[in-house]
Structure formats: structure tokens, C-alpha cells
């Protein structure tokens, strides 16, 4: 079964400039999360989908945004990009056969996002 | 509020000795649950265990083992006969018991493995 795919692998931006990152959950995922990684602040939680809504959201500005559709594929959109957004930026997905329980997350290869 | 120690940023080892990374967590939850994850330099975060608060065993598979602690609230990671291929970074990471819940990781342990 192939695993989670995110493109693109590697992403040069300009200050001001928007960016969208798409990811495809490993098939028959249900559940798609995001996270950005960077030097300073480690590995921290964006938001998480599932059935194309949006279920949990971490600590980010309004310009961190993202979008799950109906085949569970996931976009997220940063605009008005910064510097500070200079990121390895991880999709994760898990499956969520049944009832509440936390299920493991699979992890991409992520994108590196460069903001100059 | 959750949170994940990982004391030691970085470990060097030879080749074929042991080495144990340190994880300590934080949480007011009675249930949850911990994880391990490798990122080698390709950037991937490889799923190697979970484990829940119910299931104090210790796990071993292959020359990775997993001692879960709930009195000291670890859960360590030992890695034996290290190989180079080895070599990556480690994350731990706690999550809640609900499927909305997002993981907690630590910042890290970067194992360097030396022929």
C-alpha cells in the first residue's frame, strides 16, 4: 500500500507570496493532520481533518489555512508567507476505523518550504 | 497541559554498542498515548511503536525495545547492537485518548552512529 505522497517536495517562495501544499492520505485514511517543523520551535501541530472538516486547529495566525476533500486528499495554504515560514511542513494521516480512539499517525515526506 | 522531555539533544555511539534515548512526559490524562517516531535525514517521520497508558509491558522487536514507565512517567527507548542506519533523529510524542487529539512531540534526540 503506498504511503502518504505530499507535493511538492520542495517549495521556493518570496515574502508576500501565497503557497498550497497538497497531501494524499495513505488510502483509506480517513484522517488528515499538518505539521510544521522547524530549528527553533520543533515539530508543532497546524490542524487536523477529517471528513472534510475541520476538527482541530493548533497555534497559528489566520494565514495558516487548509481544506480536506471528499477522496481525503488535504491541501493547506499559507499567504502573505514570511520569513519565519521557512518550514519542513508534514502531513500525517491515520485511519479512524471506529469510535474516539487515537489512532497512529503516518507521516509524509514533507515539503521544505523556503521563503526569501 | 501535555508536554514531552527529550533531554538529550545528541549521542554519539560505535558501532554495535547500546544506546538509550530518554523520553519524559507530562499529562493530567489517566488514559493516552506515547509514541516514538525516526526521522532520518530524508525528512520522513517513520512510525516505530504506540503504546497506551493501559500497557505498562515492555516491548521488544527486533534491536528496538521500549521501557514504559507510568511511576517516572518514561517511556525509553533502547536501541541495541546500533548499526549505522540507525543514525537519525528520535522524536517521542504524547497524544490524548481522543482521535481529534494531535501529537505533543519532544525536541529530539539525534543519534550518530560511527563505523
Known amino acids: 500500500k503506498a504511503g502518504v505522497t505530499q507535493t511538492p517536495r520542495y517549495l521556493i517562495k518570496t515574502r508576500g507570496q501565497q503557497v498550497t501544499l497538497s497531501c494524499s492520505p495513505i488510502s483509506g485514511h480517513r484522517s488528515v493532520s499538518w505539521y510544521q517543523q522547524t530549528p527553533g520551535q520543533g515539530l508543532q501541530f497546524l490542524f487536523e481533518y477529517f471528513s472534510e472538516t475541520q476538527r482541530n486547529k493548533g497555534n497559528f495566525p489566520g494565514r495558516f489555512s487548509g481544506r480536506q476533500f471528499s477522496n481525503s486528499r488535504s491541501e493547506m495554504n499559507v499567504s502573505t508567507l514570511e520569513l519565519g515560514d521557512s518550514a519542513l511542513y508534514l502531513c500525517?494521516?491515520?485511519?479512524?476505523?471506529?469510535?474516539?480512539?487515537?489512532?497512529?499517525?503516518?507521516f509524509g515526506p514533507g515539503t521544505r518550504l523556503t521563503v526569501l | 497541559a501535555q508536554k514531552v522531555t527529550q533531554a538529550q539533544t545528541e549521542i554519539s555511539v560505535v558501532e554495535k554498542e547500546d544506546v538509550t534515548l530518554d523520553c519524559v512526559y507530562e499529562?493530567?490524562?489517566?488514559?493516552?498515548?506515547l509514541f516514538w517516531y525516526k526521522q532520518p535525514p530524508s525528512g520522513e517521520l517513520v512510525f516505530l511503536i504506540r503504546r497506551n497508558s493501559f500497557d505498562e509491558q515492555n516491548e521488544i522487536s527486533g534491536r528496538y525495545s521500549w521501557n514504559f514507565q507510568k511511576s517516572t512517567s518514561s517511556f525509553n527507548f533502547t536501541i541495541t547492537a546500533s548499526q549505522v542506519v540507525d543514525s537519525a533523529v528520535y522524536f517521542c510524542?504524547?497524544?490524548?485518548?481522543?482521535?481529534?487529539?494531535?501529537?505533543?512531540f519532544g525536541t529530539g534526540t539525534r543519534l550518530q552512529v560511527f563505523p
Open positions: 500525517a494521516s491515520s485511519l479512524v476505523v471506529s469510535g474516539d480512539i487515537t489512532d497512529t499517525q503516518y
Open positions: 510524542a504524547l497524544s490524548g485518548a481522543h482521535n481529534t487529539d494531535k501529537l505533543i
Open positions: 499529562t493530567r490524562d489517566t488514559t493516552y498515548y
